[in-house]
């Protein structure tokens, strides 16, 4: 029997993928979808792509509106998940797209995010270490940001070899998409195409601790991070070029070997053959994920570089699988493999 | 118990296209793909979004290897077809998402492409009147072309119910994925970014005896058609903005009427509402129309907009819709109706 | 000795690019800048591409600080310019680039702007039959729409030679720098990138009556105009397709003859070579128009082709033709002809 | 009197914008355009933007044809230079935009490039310490590859004041006209539009031995580079993102103080106020640099980021800003500072 889901937030990019990504899901029925200043509108007028919708109409987001659900995805500002989960009750899944409960140091989150820490969930990036136990089941799911998917995925392998030092140098760039649909005038078309512009530089992007907190678990020890995000002329992805010296001793093949153990049974990362390089547009709403990763022997540091799609396996497509795990579905139900290109 | 089908062409862009949605589809099952220069290839050096097939490696296309399948599609250069199908045999389902068998008149057929007439086959674009009854069954089909495709369906109701004089004036925008994937210094990404351009202006274009071949059999007139196609800086998409004078006494009501009529029961096609216009972005990927129409009245004309994905409605989508006709499976089966937005 | 100029509404798009084109003016110093919300801000924060003028600060627009200038651009929205220009007095050269003083009929004003008619102004199309000797010495210019100004060079030679039916059809396809810097949502990056669509469909845009005023003038009767704006992928740009049936005994040759005659003499239109067809990059940032004509035998219309830069010639290049017109100064002085491609 | 300047390589990306902007030059007459394959076709069939020069028909690459100039630009694909260098004499300015002379260890050369080392001619980035003098009279050089221009620009700085360690870590983001105008598959805008992708990654790529070569010089001691390309979905502009742990000491104040001071009197380089960050875009078509720079404390990292025209101040730019301080004229004549935004 099909699962029942709400979206709350459904006429942002998030509530949106995760949209498009339902109705083909063949476990779910959706149920209600809500909105703030968007309320009472056609969703065909929001979202003039998700065709099969087009005439549901957007709720206000409330708990009158949101209960009855089997699973409830919050496309939420941050600071707002935490009130409307505690009014679902503990027999919904919630699946919050949002950052509020990603970190587990309250330090991290009240220096990035300026509001008290709301606590911690389950993490939705399952092919972390351990974190496919500790989604099943469950009833709570924190959705990890964009940038420490493509990042953490890139990454982790080397860590968990104990081939890169604990100082990683991350620059990524990412589709507009991801700095959602409010209208600002630096992300007008007229802006942004034929511009590549960086932001959040030195320290301060807020997915900066996440990142730490996700390697320095694979590492065993604290990996500082500089991370350097930048805006690319693209509605979707992320293309991250992540980079770390290599640990005394490791050679090319050390590294090979260590991606290709980390990823040769998930199911959406595929380690791309030796000499191809991972590319946004092959991974574009999909949930899949390509990496690629070289020993610079003249530098000594290892580069591994993954491509998301920043909407897809980043937000509404980690959710879904997250979603399937706790539900007990198979994991990839539901969910593309293949890119729309080109 | 699924239908095997092979791919001639498999490298190019509607090759990729229909294997991107032959994945999906649940009555297909994949067999041979074939390539010329590109056969001894791996499909994931030439297709690197078709991850679930990156390991698959393409053959010559002969008759060999394409024998034993249900179901073939070819996606060869004009010209190649008639051969191919040929030696196919009468119980093979060929699909043909070329040019060589889509025009009635031999004439016409000669003078835009320069070679002799090998025949015509079922049309495989079912919104037509009595498109799906020929295609019911057939062995053969004659995939439209793209522009046909938009243009069609964007005034055939206005000829239908008589509402349009037998001139139509069509501008057309399509992304540069339809101009192939053969490197040409035009269509060179540092050419097409930031650039609109015309081609095939006057009268020259070869999907234009194809237009007033549709037009022109529902109307019951020789419909003449001034086409313009230009090149817009996207992948993928066609915009058409089609218009004619509108015949004497047609008011707004009866244009909005006859386009109610004709789509009501039509699965892919959206007549938006009143005030929402198409936008290629809203159906790429998909293989849904999306249509509005306006009466001007100051210029006496009716206007017909339609949106497609060149490469699915437009080819591959389209091919696999008259094929599930054809095979006698859910006209919908494996057709996605939501597109990729943003 | 320098004209000293003023740019009211200096933090659009339009002001920003009269900015641009001033800098590089041999004849001009650039006098106050002003804004209405941005006053206090520098224009290195506001127009980053503007460096030689990063530390100016923009100002409010007023009398006071628009005085003592002997020419004041204003880029406001209309409705605005009369009553900065009134204040201005008889012996300030002002250049409006918004709508206020184009039309010439008062009905056609306040049915498509919905506010009481202010006036007609010298139009500035230099290229128009009649408009050079209009603007010589004169105090005010009102600057040409920049469909208008695409459309009216397409078309004009056509109808000045008695070859086209006085029934135009249009469609143009502009750069998102055309809807200006105010943000909307559907101007967003993530919306426009990937996407063509069509807006104020069946006569309603703005420049409508301003491109009937304009071919009516040149024919000598009135024309009709049915014209489709769309949003192209790009920043700058439009590409204007125009076309009318030929009037009974018009040949290919005529077609072409009129046209080199109408331009032999053009310093910034250039009739391209037969077979090559205009490209909006092609004049990318330059005040030159590409024009291209064909006709077409079986449809029986003339079909006349417009590439220019919506900002520059379409918007402040044009306005500082005219200007330099109006001072006596060399037609072309501080002009680009050359565009930035790729 | 002008300098008469001939352009070897005219119907490529380089060759066209050196010829973009010697049109504007006023100390320059512009004499033979020779190429290759395209000799004896017509420039405005090869490059459309450039107007004035559209009837000049291209001449065969020969030491008759370039005979008799003040100055040749070679934009020649690497190892032909020498050779034509070599029959022009010493008396005529040979200045090289390809990459034959910019290495001064032979070793580099044959490893990176795989053919005999031609030599070193003075270095035309003039912001580089000692490099103006060595470039005053010369009649030879060598104009630096994009890549190390951006990169150079942005860290030299930090070495020059001792706040960097000796491995950098580097990631650039480029426009597509920077893989030049021959066609590929993989450049096809079809390809390249809505996507990242890197290259030449793990050391491979030609510019690192260029860029170790620059930074070693200022900083007295090897300079390790990790370099890793990426190609944006854009026609022009490089977006470097530099970055190397920080010395002992360093603060955020030194850091800043370091930039200031060698970018105090630069004409071309803007240090953009503190919070702001360079775009592509900002500088699109003109010789500028944008740069910001940044001290992440967490991270002890020094942060440098550059935006500059790759077509510009990466190739043409910079060869006439070299040219012009050879031949003893203004540094900045016929160089524009303002980019063309949007």
Redesign the interface.
């Known amino acids: 029997m099909a699962v029942r889901a709400a979206v709350a937030g459904a006429s942002g990019?998030a509530g949106?993928e995760v949209l498009?990504l339902l109705?083909?899901h063949p476990g779910v029925e959706i149920g209600a979808l809500t909105g703030n200043s968007n309320a009472g509108q056609s969703l065909?007028?929001l979202?003039?792509?998700?065709?099969?919708l087009?005439d549901r109409v957007l709720e206000p987001t409330t708990t009158e509106v949101l209960a009855g659900h089997d699973v409830v995805f919050l496309a939420l500002p941050h600071g707002q998940s935490a009130a409307v989960a505690e009014q679902l009750g503990d027999d919904v899944l919630v699946v919050d797209m949002g950052a509020d409960f990603r970190l587990k140091d309250a330090g991290d989150w009240e220096r990035f995010y300026g509001s008290p820490h709301a606590g911690t969930w389950p993490y939705g990036l399952p092919e972390l270490p351990g974190a496919r136990a500790a989604l099943e089941g469950s009833k709570r799911i924190a959705v990890p940001g964009c940038y420490p998917t493509a990042v953490s995925l890139a990454l982790f392998p080397a860590y968990a070899a104990g081939l890169a030092e604990p100082?990683a140098?991350i620059?990524a760039?990412s589709?507009?998409?991801g700095?959602g649909?409010a209208?600002?005038?630096h992300?007008?078309?007229?802006?942004?195409?034929?511009?590549?512009?960086?932001?959040g530089?030195?320290?301060g992007h807020r997915h900066?601790p996440e990142m730490i907190q996700n390697l320095s678990a694979v590492a065993g020890e604290r990996v500082?991070?500089?991370f350097?995000p930048?805006l690319?002329?693209?509605?979707?992805?992320i293309?991250a070029?992540c980079?770390a010296?290599a640990t005394p001793g490791t050679t090319a093949q050390d590294v090979r070997t260590a991606y290709e153990k980390a990823y040769a049974d998930e199911p959406f990362v595929?380690l791309?053959?030796e000499g191809?390089?991972?590319?946004?547009?092959?991974?574009?709403?999909?949930n899949?994920v390509?990496i690629?990763v070289?020993?610079?022997?003249?530098?000594?540091?290892v580069?591994a570089?993954s491509?998301i799609d920043n909407l897809t396996k980043g937000t509404a497509g980690g959710a879904i699988q997250s979603m399937n795990i706790a539900l007990g579905l198979p994991e990839g139900l539901g969910l593309?493999?293949?890119?729309?290109?080109?």
Chains 1, 2, 3, 4 share one sequence.
């Open positions: 990019y949106g498009r109705i083909a065909g007028s979202q003039p792509h998700l065709m099969p087009a100082e140098v620059t760039a589709g507009t998409s700095a649909k209208p600002k005038p992300l007008l078309g007229s802006e942004v195409m034929g511009s590549m512009s960086p932001y530089v030195g320290g900066t500082t991070v500089s350097t930048t690319a002329p693209m509605a979707r992805g293309l070029t980079s010296k595929r791309l053959p191809q390089w991972p590319a946004t547009a092959s991974v574009g709403g999909s899949a390509q690629q070289a020993y610079d022997e003249a530098a000594n540091r580069i570089i491509a593309p493999l293949v890119g729309l290109a080109p």
